[in-house]
């Protein structure tokens, strides 16, 4: 199956992409593309299938299509510690879960499958794991603990309701001593190869636009204050708090979650992350 003339971008409506895509426009791109905001699994099957040729998507997502697709360079939504969107809520202490029921939402992967690789081996702690749909109050009234992530999380750790909440970004850099990535972008390997002009320039243009998001975050803080709610002083810290980059250091944690979510069966395949370049394809180092 050929690649279409018009490039597929693929946007994540979280907020904790915005930076990245709140300067990048299509329609200033030299070769045809158009950009779908889809819901995370859409948008994970569309990158897997090749019916959208580049875009952002979940760690675990990028992961199980890893053979089918090439990483871009200095793209991520990381945490070198706590994350701020990506919640536990329980009664008792995390380490006290062993065979508590938690309660997590079917709408991330990745943080259900950290969350599960944090309890068995950071805390030690074995619970029964149950599918709700994200409402703190709902969730709890039937769990022991629960978790929350992205807007639903920030919403209620504004008011946590006396619950303890555990930081999975802050579990994960004390028990590894790594930062965490959460969503990375990426280039169906097809595509890279059909039309390597339009993703060089699309590439480009992400990074272009993270740089300009970061430097100039008030348009971005105004918008999270009026969609989501809160402070402007906890927005401007929320996207201080997060890392765009894809180093050597974020490169590790993610090569290190990946290696605990194939060991303990999360993942079927091992993944070997490579990276899209204008010249060559570059192997992460191990």
């Known amino acids: ?116 690789i944090l309890m068995e081996r950071a805390l030690g702690v074995m619970p029964e794991y149950q599918v709700a749909a994200p409402d703190l109050e709902q969730m709890m009234s039937g769990s022991d603990a629960c978790l929350l992530i992205g807007d639903q999380a920030i919403r209620a750790s504004w008011d946590p309701q006396g619950y303890i909440v555990t930081d999975l970004g802050a579990l994960w850099k004390s028990w590894t001593g790594l930062s965490m990535t959460f969503a990375v972008w990426a280039v169906n390997r097809d595509a890279a190869r059909e039309k390597p002009e339009a993703i060089a320039e699309i590439a480009g243009a992400f990074l272009k636009s993270k740089r300009s998001g970061l430097n100039h975050l008030q348009p971005i803080v105004r918008e999270a204050c009026s969609e989501i709610g809160g402070t402007a002083a906890y ?52």
């Open 235 to 286: 927005w401007d810290g929320y996207f201080h708090n997060l890392c765009y980059d894809f180093g050597e250091r974020q490169q590790e944690g993610l090569n290190l979650y990946f290696r605990h979510a194939y060991e303990m069966g999360l993942l079927q395949q091992e993944v070997k992350m490579e990276l899209w370049s204008d010249s060559l394809l570059t192997r992460v180092k191990e």
């Open 1 to 116: 199956m050929g690649v279409s003339d018009h490039t597929i971008i693929g946007k994540i409506s979280y907020t904790n992409s915005w930076p990245v895509f709140h300067n990048f426009h299509p329609s200033a791109l030299g070769s045809p593309a158009e950009m779908v905001s889809e819901v995370p699994a859409i948008l994970n099957r569309g990158m897997s299938e090749g019916t959208i040729h580049v875009g952002a998507l979940s760690s675990f997502a990028y992961a199980e299509a890893s053979d089918r697709l090439l990483l871009l360079p200095d793209l991520s939504v990381s945490a070198d510690g706590p994350v701020g969107s990506i919640l536990l809520f329980s009664r008792v202490p995390a380490e006290q879960l062993n065979q508590a029921e938690i309660a997590v939402t079917n709408t991330s992967a990745t943080s259900v499958n950290l969350l599960k």
